[in-house]
């Protein structure tokens, strides 16, 4: 028998307890041994819940007894989550953690910790919820060279795209829908503004590539500025925008972004809607993959945390080769990246179009009926190209006090 404690009784902590329960016999079986709850961490009772016994206030009961080998970390942010998460390493205690937050700041030192002391560190549940992602990195596709990471990796923004796209809401409305079904958070910046998409794509490009990733490097746009307009041109255009959280890897130079980006319906991840996410992920030799399913939610996520739990109780006298070392990966400039841009420009196309040529090059032009302004989209253009040629158009109409470029939307179309 093997014994664990939970840190955090919110929604993925009881989760995991709850699979525990439900799952024992397959829990069991794998893990080679049963699996026994011993503890659960938090500043509130549960009377009448089958955890009640359980319940402890203080850290230090878990720390100080040797009996519990495992630690599950459930309750998000960094403080104190990081201070018992360490503490609990150093005392030679296998963590398991859903917490992307934790993984993406100290995710490095953690792992390091972990190996000196003969423990694991798993964290399969902080990227992409119940899908398999960080395992497939560390265990199937271990002999690629991955070139491409993608994913639609925020339920919350998923939601609220989908919603704009299919039935024509604004934002702001579909937004409002998405928190009063519990998807979004009350203060919902870190899924709107890209925060969380960022530390997700940061830990997938470390376990990509066995760097560590600072991701304050990495260069994140939400989807704040989307609005129902450019959904009626992208519906004309046969396309739709999702959140992206991207790395591309082409031998020492990696280009990594968040960002919404216009993509046709021959995109591998066109069909991901609603809170589900889904990962692209490329490898030299294998080429495409894709991952699939619910990227949030109690159930899903407490799931990846009992695979990591199976693994730790399979690996009790040994830590498993994963993750990264110190070495820090250095991510290009986002100016230097290049890509399509979907523009929304004032006025008619037919006053316009000469100049918007002669700056950008060819584009397919857009028109939507009923306003007035046209969009375009231009071909391959790096950023710093972009944004010198979008200043110059901008120019002209600032002259005339007008805005020239309404919107731009980064997009993947063939
Ligand atoms: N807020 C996150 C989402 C939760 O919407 O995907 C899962 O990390």
Redesign the pocket.
């Known amino acids: 028998m093997i014994q664990a404690a939970i840190m955090g009784y919110g929604t993925i902590g009881s989760g995991v307890a709850e699979i525990l329960e439900q799952n024992q016999a397959e829990i069991t079986r794998a893990a080679g041994q049963n699996v026994a709850l011993k503890y659960v961490l938090d500043l509130r009772d549960f009377p009448g819940t089958p955890i009640a016994d359980k319940i402890v206030h203080e850290f230090k009961v878990i720390e100080e007894d040797p009996d519990v080998q495992i630690v599950v970390e459930t309750m998000g942010g960094l403080n104190p989550s990081y201070p018992f998460v360490k503490a609990s390493l150093e005392a030679g205690k296998h963590v398991v953690t859903s917490n992307?937050a934790l993984v993406a700041a100290h995710g490095t030192e953690l792992l390091a910790i972990a190996k000196k002391k003969g423990v694991n560190f798993f964290f399969e549940a902080s990227v992409g919820?119940g899908i398999p992602i960080i395992r497939p990195l560390y265990r199937c596709l271990k002999g690629e060279k991955i070139e491409e990471i993608t994913g639609i990796?925020?339920?919350?923004?998923n939601y609220i795209l989908t919603k704009m796209d299919k039935e024509g809401e604004t934002f702001e409305h579909a937004l409002k829908e998405a928190q009063e079904l519990g998807?979004?958070?009350r203060n919902p910046e870190?899924?709107v503004e890209g925060q969380?998409t960022c530390r997700?794509i940061a830990i997938l490009t470390a376990m990509a590539t066995g760097k560590e990733v600072n991701y304050e490097d990495i260069y994140t746009e939400g989807i704040t500025k989307i609005t129902d307009v450019d959904f009626k041109y992208a519906e004309k255009l046969g396309t739709s925008v999702k959140l992206f959280g991207s790395s591309r890897i082409q031998g020492d130079e990696v280009h990594a972004f968040v960002a919404p980006v216009m993509i046709g319906r021959d995109h591998p991840l066109y069909m991901v809607s609603d809170?589900f996410?889904g990962i692209l992920v490329k490898g030299n030799m294998l080429g495409t993959t894709m991952y699939y399913g619910s990227?949030?939610g109690k159930l899903p996520?407490a799931s990846a945390v009992i695979a990591d739990i199976i693994e730790a109780a399979q690996n009790e006298k040994q830590n498993v080769p994963m993750g990264w070392t110190d070495e820090r990966l250095e991510i290009a400039e986002m100016e230097t990246s290049a890509h399509r841009y979907f523009v929304r420009i004032a006025g008619t196309a037919a006053e316009k179009l000469a100049e918007v040529t002669t700056l950008f090059g060819e584009v397919t032009v857009v028109e939507l009926d009923g306003l007035d302004e046209f969009a375009v989209l231009t071909g391959k253009l790096t950023e710093a190209a972009f944004q010198d040629m979008a200043a110059k158009l901008d120019q002209g109409y600032q002259a005339a006090g007008e805005d020239g470029i309404r919107q731009m939307i980064r997009a993947e179309v063939e």
């Open positions: 992307k919820g990796l925020n339920g919350t923004t998807y979004a958070e870190a899924d969380d997700k809170v996410n990227g949030a996520t």
